[in-house]
């Protein structure tokens, strides 16, 4: 069986709103392997967060393939194979932290154990004193820290972060990542995380660079923790 998680084969994505036409994303081709960490890094309107929603299952591509060949069918993946944190809020807003936590272990069949799990995802990230509070209660990094932990909540093979730490002072966006590797450790988990910041991107093995829409190179680096 093959362990390709995301094949993609010349993906493109146009927007066309009347007699304007964007070209989002402009033949990319790539594939995600189990463990692969990668930056998607580039210019603000390059095609990240839709290279990101493309590779999530959650919009179509307008022209070329992409394919989940170890996941399934696109309307499979989330939330129990492919978990996305989103670059705008994301949070339940009447629901409290841990419930928010909770939302993909109760989309799917299987979850076992869901408190235990939420609290385990919060103390990951260092949230177990937020877990009674209210969305509209945290500050904005806050907020994305409780989108980490409910994307790690469900235990997925491929993790679609869209600026996760950008909210983030230095510091913080460096420990929210140091919380990240140890969770991930020696896991087959993908991790792709766009970002725009050079000390996030330097911590992933792979880089991949958007230009306007274009995937334009894929560099291999070491990765330092
Ligand atoms: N729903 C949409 N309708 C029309 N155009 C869109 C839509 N979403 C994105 N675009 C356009 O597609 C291009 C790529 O946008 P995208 O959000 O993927 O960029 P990005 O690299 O994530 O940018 P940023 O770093 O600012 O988050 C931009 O020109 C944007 O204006
Ligand atoms: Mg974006």
Redesign the pocket.
Known sequence: MTDILIDAQAVGRR?V?GEVS?A?VVSATFRLQPGERVALV??????????LHLMAGLDTPTSGKIEWPALGGADSLRPEKIAMVF?APSLLEPLTVSENVAVPLLMMDSARDIDKRVADALATFGLDALAHKMPEELSGGQMQRVAMARAIAGTPRVILA??PTGQLDQATGQALLDALFAHLGETDIALVV?T?DPAVAGRMERVWR?EH?RLTETVVATRTS
């Open positions: 927007y709103q964007i989002a580039g210019p603000s309107g390059c095609g990240k967060s839709t290279l670059q869209d600026e766009a725009h958007m829409g």
